[in-house]
């Protein structure tokens, strides 16, 4: 029974801590430990199991998240969450409409946050838990855990999706946006991107990418038709699957190198503002080149 209990609440949790943390390796670790933990708890003295189990999931991520810091301090080049793909791994959210707050650009904002602001944000307004119980799981007063989530909705406000998604027209600019890149067709990608568009590559320093981000119509357009030239000249063009990534449209790739790269766009206006390119191998252990000629359409 107490295993039923947990298992109900295991895509909830896995939720706060992927939101926590960025990583879904690292949120399914947390999850585990707390697995563990639960089955050492004395459950006569458990009134509310979701929110027992949210609290010591949340507590967790907060002492991951002190190390993750410091190690994200010395990364190399942009760093990226790791990728969520429709398919093939359970995006984790609780509820539908919530796919939004799972965008790339999101993700981001929450990094910016401080650990208390991310964990203050996501448990009541996210995930819907009251003040008083925030206030226990960070271990702040119910004020101050009010002015927190306060500050982290004024720093998210620009990061939330304002409007409403065509996956259609989405779908039909990721492709076309595809065909342009691994030919190389400067003008075709200049057509497809905003002018204030931005590209971010997150290699970690084991594979070639960008180490700045890059922002602009021409600085992006060279950078992706010069990597096409030269990259795929003479070997055609790679396998491709195409997925919604993170609740974006996108593709994943097997590139020259063998390896595999996942591609996500923020799309508004008809028009590409946001690349993300995932290519370091640790954040793609669940992608595989069997798994991507399997999709290839």
């Known amino acids: 029974m107490n295993e039923q209990v947990f298992e109900t609440h295991r895509k909830y949790l896995t939720g706060i801590a992927y939101r926590m943390l960025g990583s879904y390796a690292e949120a ?31 507590r967790l991520c907060l002492d991951v998240l002190k190390s993750a810091r410091r190690r994200r301090e010395t990364y ?40 208390l602001e991310r964990a203050a944000f996501l448990l009541h307004d996210i995930f819907e838990m009251g003040f008083p119980a925030v206030a226990e799981t960070i271990g702040r007063s119910e004020d101050s855990t009010r002015q927190l989530a306060s500050r982290a909705r004024k720093n998210l406000r620009s990061a939330r999706p304002r409007y409403k998604v065509d996956a259609e027209a989405e779908g039909a600019i990721t492709r076309a946006f595809y065909d342009a890149a691994y030919k190389g067709d400067l003008a075709g990608l200049s057509k497809l991107l905003a002018e204030d568009v931005e590209f971010q590559s997150d290699g970690g320093g084991v594979r ?90």
């Open 208 to 297: 070639p990418a960008a180490t700045k981000i890059l922002a602009g119509i021409v600085q992006v357009a060279k950078f992706i038709a010069g990597y096409g030239q030269k990259t795929f000249a003479g070997h055609g063009m790679s396998p491709v699957r195409f997925v919604r990534i993170n609740g974006m449209p996108g593709f994943a790739t097997i590139e020259a190198d063998g390896l595999p790269q996942t591609m996500s766009f923020e799309i508004k206006d008809g028009k590409v503002s946001g690349i993300f390119v995932i290519r370091n191998p640790e954040k793609l252990k669940h992608v595989t080149a069997e798994w991507i000629r399997e999709g290839q359409t």
């Open 28 to 58: 399914e670790d947390v999850v585990q430990d707390v697995y563990l933990r639960w089955h050492r708890t004395d459950h006569h003295d458990v009134v509310d199991p979701k929110a027992f189990l949210a609290r010591i999931t949340s």
């Open 76 to 115: 190399v080049g942009p760093w990226l969450p790791e990728p969520l793909i429709e398919g093939l791994v359970d995006e984790s959210s609780p509820a539908e409409e919530l796919a939004g707050d799972l965008s790339v650009a999101m993700m981001l904002a929450l990094e910016r946050l401080s650990p």
